[in-house]
């Protein structure tokens, strides 16, 4: 099993930073997962925002790459995201996920959530003036 607590959500205002934080464990947990971060917004479906693989190579979806930046401590067992110049279309429920099977990320890589097996219960972002 892999247990996956994500923090660092709160309230902050447009053009504002948030520093988001998974803290992994369990015993089927490795360095070697898979890790992304998938946002959902009420009333809309659960959508990728950026993954990274144990090399720490990157991937964001097009329309935040400039703004947010995901990154891992694999000694703490930690993947951050840190989202700079929030949007209040950036609101949402933030979740980390992990994919077991591993693998490599490239600049390509475009996942799905059916892609990643475990899943944290999600932090709150809210950008409001």
């Known amino acids: 099993q892999v247990q996956l607590v994500e923090s660092g959500g709160g309230s902050v205002q447009p053009g504002g930073s948030l520093r988001l934080s998974c803290e992994a464990s369990?015993?089927?947990?490795?360095?070697?997962?898979?890790m992304a971060w998938f946002r959902q917004a009420p009333n809309k479906e659960r959508g990728w925002v950026a993954a990274?693989?144990?090399?720490?190579?990157?991937s964001y979806a097009d329309s935040l790459k400039a703004r947010f930046s995901i990154s891992r401590d694999n000694a703490k067992n930690t993947l951050y995201l840190q989202m700079d110049d929030l949007k209040p279309e950036d609101s949402a429920i933030y979740y980390c996920?992990?994919?077991?099977?591993?693998?490599?990320?490239?600049?390509?890589?475009?996942?799905?959530?059916?892609?990643?097996?475990?899943w944290g219960q999600g932090t709150q972002v809210t950008v409001s003036s």
């Open positions: 369990g015993d089927a947990y490795s360095v070697h997962c898979i």
């Open positions: 996920a992990a994919d077991l099977r591993g693998g490599h990320v490239w600049i390509g890589y475009r996942p799905s959530p059916g892609d990643f097996g475990y």
């Open positions: 990274i693989d144990k090399d720490s190579a990157t």
